[in-house]
């Protein structure tokens, strides 16, 4: 089945006058004073588009603060009669959805504990039948792209047309200096599959630490997404919830100065004339690295017949070594990453072996 969604563009539910969707506000909202005030501040900034507020807090341990549930929403009401804002809350069951549009959020977001278990998204699907309200779908926490996408299927089967992604990065278990992986393959991937669905990046939960907060939202802008979503607050070292990576709404301001936004495509006939010349040429060392790579394959397995006949095993640690070492250097005296060389050869070396597992594993030539 080739996966399809019926999305109406971003435009068609926010004005953003052609420039990235931008939604900011605290992680969550803790007393009427904090979030008004909150809203008010990124409200004067100009360039939000919609404010953010938690109200439901899935937490990891229970005896966190688990967010201050129906009473805050009557704060967003406030908050948005002063600012003039639309406000995006996350929901994670439908005793939330109903509230939050009794209480008239106007975009809902299901959260990346939700997006893992297929059970949730179904409920809060069935919930949003007959409804129109923009939902945006966080990714899961773990780097599945399948449950991402079943996900935004299960929502729009329940009719919701109003769809975007939110990349908030991916729990691996690697380690890492970032709270969240970014795996920014997974949201090109993404992408490719449905170009018509709007994507939002998330830095402050790929980051975890205000520091990294300005080369994830460049590197997302880089990307071409759609916009960004980032979590502000009043008093940011006070939170009570992700103190580390929340921003004042004055030094949201000054990242949203310093951000680059590039353009998709420049009509200009020189520029496009330069492209495609470098881009016929680019086409050719594909080529080139294809054919190498099947004259690789063709030689290891001349290799592992030889191997079969002898009874030699497959996996040969000393050469492995030596193999990985001197292409890494190679590729160090060439420019390239050490670790993209490792990459890309553990790669080959896993394929080499599965190969050659094949040709062991058949029978030996009469
Ligand atoms: C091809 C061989 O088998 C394995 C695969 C290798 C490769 O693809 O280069 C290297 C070492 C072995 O682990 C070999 O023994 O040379």
Redesign the pocket.
């Known amino acids: 089945m080739k996966p399809d969604l019926a999305v109406e563009p971003l435009d068609s539910w926010i004005q953003t006058d052609g420039k990235p969707l931008i939604i900011a506000g605290p992680c969550s909202a803790e007393t009427e004073e904090q979030l008004v005030e909150t809203a008010r501040q990124l409200a004067a900034l100009g360039q939000v588009h919609a404010i953010r507020a938690g109200v439901w807090k899935p937490r990891t341990r229970p005896g966190s603060f688990e967010g201050m549930g129906e009473p805050a929403l009557a704060w967003i009401q406030r908050a948005k009669a002063e600012t003039g804002l639309p406000f995006a809350v996350e929901v994670a069951t439908p005793q939330h959805i109903e509230l939050a549009l009794k209480y008239g959020v106007d975009i809902l977001w299901v959260g990346a504990r939700t997006t893992v278990n297929p059970f949730n998204v179904q409920e809060i699907a069935d919930a949003l039948k007959g409804v129109d309200v923009p939902v945006l779908v966080k990714n899961p926490v773990n780097p599945d792209l399948a449950l991402w996408v079943g996900a935004f299927e299960r929502i729009a089967g329940a009719g919701i047309t109003k769809l975007g992604a939110i990349h908030r990065g991916f729990s691996t278990g690697e380690a890492s200096k970032y709270r969240n992986i970014p795996m920014w393959q997974m949201a090109i991937e993404l992408r490719t599959m449905f170009p018509q669905l709007p994507i939002i990046g998330d830095p402050s939960h790929m980051a975890g630490k205000r520091a990294y907060l300005n080369e994830l939202a460049q590197m997302a802008m880089d990307l071409n997404y759609d916009g960004l979503i980032v979590e502000s607050h009043i008093d940011p070292d006070k939170a009570w919830s992700d103190a580390a990576q929340q921003l004042t709404p004055a030094a949201f301001g000054e990242m949203l100065e310093h951000l680059h936004i590039r353009q998709l495509e420049s009509s200009d006939r020189e520029f496009q004339s330069a492209m495609e010349q470098i881009r016929v040429k680019i086409d050719s060392v594909d080529r080139q690295l294809v054919e190498h790579l099947a004259a690789r394959m063709s030689l ?1 397995e001349k ?1 592992a017949e030889y191997k079969r006949d002898n009874n030699v095993s ?3 640690p000393d ?2 070594k030596e ?1 990985l070492e001197s292409r890494k250097q190679l590729g160090a005296k060439l420019n390239l990453y050490p670790e993209l060389v490792e990459e890309i050869y553990k790669i ?2 896993m394929e ?2 599965r190969k ?1 597992t094949e040709v062991i594993n058949s029978a030996p030539v009469a």
């Open positions: 290891v290799l497959m996996f040969q050469r492995w193999i080959i070396h080499s072996i050659q």
